[in-house]
T-cell receptor, first 115, second 116 residues
Framework: SAVISQKPSRDICQRGTSLTIQCQVD?????MFWYRQQPGQSLTLIAT?????????ESGFVIDKFPISRPNLTFSTLTVSNMSPEDSSIYLC????????????FGPGTRLTVL | AQKVTQAQTEISVVEKEDVTLDCVYE???????LFWYKQPPSGELVFLIR??????QNEISGRYSWNFQKSTSSFNFTITASQVVDSAVYFC?????????????FGRGTQLTVWP
C-alpha cells in the first residue's frame, strides 16, 4: 500500500485564522479524499479530490470554508479557513490504491485545536 | 439513516479473552464492499480487511477473524486471545458501487480496551 504523510501533524491555531494541511503520497494515485473526525466521533468525508478537476464536496461542506488543491497525482492540500473552535478535529487524507479502488489507505492525520 | 451501525460504543476485556465487535450495515446495492479499520491512540487509521458483497467466506488472519453474513447484513470482527496492543477504536465501513466511487460510510466506532 501507499505511504502517506501529512503536515503538520498537529497545530494550535487562533480563531479567525486559516491553516493549510498537506498530504503527500509516495506513489501516483487517482483519488484522494479528505475526512474530518471531531472529538470522540466517527469520520466524515469532506471532499474527494481528483487531479485535474475541481474537488467534489459532501453535503455540509463548502469550498469557501475548505478549499482543496490537487496539483498532481501525489499531492493535495486542504485549507481550513476562518477557523472557529468547532473546527477542532483530526483531519485525515486518504488515497485509493488504484487496484482495488474501493480500498482507502489513510495518512497519520493532523490534530487541529482552535482556541 | 445510518448505513453502518456499530451498536457497541465501548468494550472492556481482560487480556487473553476473546472479543467480538459487531457491525450491521444497510444498502440497496447488490455490489458493495465492507471494511474494518483500527485507530490506535496515535490517531492513524490502519486498514485491516476488505470484503466484497459476493464473497461470504469467513476470513482468518492470525488472531483476527471476520464473519460476513448477508442474510443478517452483518460483518462481525473477532479478536481471539486479545492483547493490550489491541486496545484501539475499531471502525466498520461500507462502500457502495452505486454511489460516488470511493465514498466510505463509517460506523461510529467501538472503543476496545484490553486490560493486562
Amino acid at each position: 500500500s501507499a505511504v502517506i504523510s501529512q503536515k503538520p501533524s498537529r497545530d494550535i491555531c487562533q480563531r479567525g485564522t486559516s491553516l493549510t494541511i498537506q498530504c503527500q503520497v509516495d506513489s501516483q494515485v487517482t483519488m484522494m479524499f479528505w475526512y474530518r473526525q471531531q472529538p470522540g466521533q466517527s469520520l466524515t468525508l469532506i471532499a474527494t479530490a481528483n487531479q485535474g478537476s475541481e474537488a467534489t464536496y459532501e453535503s455540509g461542506f463548502v469550498i469557501d470554508k475548505f478549499p482543496i488543491s490537487r496539483p498532481n497525482l501525489t499531492f493535495s492540500t486542504l485549507t481550513v479557513s476562518n477557523m472557529s473552535p468547532e473546527d477542532s478535529s483530526i483531519y485525515l487524507c486518504s488515497v485509493s490504491d488504484g487496484i482495488h479502488t474501493d480500498t482507502q489507505y489513510f495518512g497519520p492525520g493532523t490534530r487541529l485545536t482552535v482556541l | 439513516a445510518q448505513k453502518v451501525t456499530q451498536a457497541q460504543t465501548e468494550i472492556s476485556v481482560v487480556e487473553k479473552e476473546d472479543v467480538t465487535l459487531d457491525c450491521v450495515y444497510e444498502t440497496r446495492d447488490t455490489t458493495y464492499y465492507l471494511f474494518w479499520y483500527k485507530q490506535p491512540p496515535s490517531g492513524e487509521l490502519v486498514f485491516l480487511i476488505r470484503r466484497n458483497s459476493f464473497d461470504e467466506q469467513n476470513e482468518i488472519s492470525g488472531r483476527y477473524s471476520w464473519n460476513f453474513q448477508k442474510s443478517t447484513s452483518s460483518f462481525n470482527f473477532t479478536i481471539t486471545a486479545s492483547q493490550v496492543v489491541d486496545s484501539a477504536v475499531y471502525f466498520c465501513a461500507l462502500s457502495e458501487r452505486g454511489s460516488t466511487l470511493g465514498r466510505l460510510y463509517f460506523g461510529r466506532g467501538t472503543q476496545l480496551t484490553v486490560w493486562p
